[in-house]
């Protein structure tokens, strides 16, 4: 093969999803490519110029390997890269749970009868001082499980929508050249 002279870009193909661990990839989402080095499919794509001026994609961990005097910056601009695709599906996570509070949200006004200028939080439950979301505690952990989100009790704020697209834009600024 041909010396890599440059890398051009690092691309991660693979979805994202909140874990036990936070945001993390999912093994075998991505789309696979075959590698200029080893001939093998890889998900995370270097794209890359040769010394005979030819642009190839191989996987990350092999233009790593086959270009020491790039490894570093290979490796930079794969964390870069990670780090972008982390935040980008974080807000996405947020997106949907938040998409999909206002449906259950709906569902549960339209049941109990509560209207929309009455915050969800301060509705009660009959005559009673219980507040009808911790009432609704067991039901609203099954709906979010039965979605496959996360059994999370309340609504995301909108500071959580802020500091996700506020991490995004600081990685943005931080491409590696």
Known sequence: MTAITRLVKIVDTRRWELGAKGMQPVAGSGTLNVCARCGMGHEVHAHVELADGRMVVMGDTCAT?????????IKT???HTLSLAKARAKLAALETLAAE???YEATIRSE??????VAFANARVGGTTANLANHLTRRTEEH??????STWY???QPCAFASAMKAIERIEKKRPE
């Not at 390997?65 to 910056?73: K, N, S, V």
């Not at 109990?112 to 200028?117: C, R, V």
């Not at 979010?144 to 989100?149: D, T």
């Open 77 to 79: 601009a794969k964390a």
């Open 65 to 73: 390997r086959e270009a020491d005097h790039l490894g570093a910056a």
């Open 112 to 117: 109990y009868g509560i209207p929309d200028h």
């Open 154 to 156: 309340r609504p995301p």
């Open 101 to 103: 509070w206002r449906r």
């Open 144 to 149: 979010f499980a039965a979605k496959g989100l």
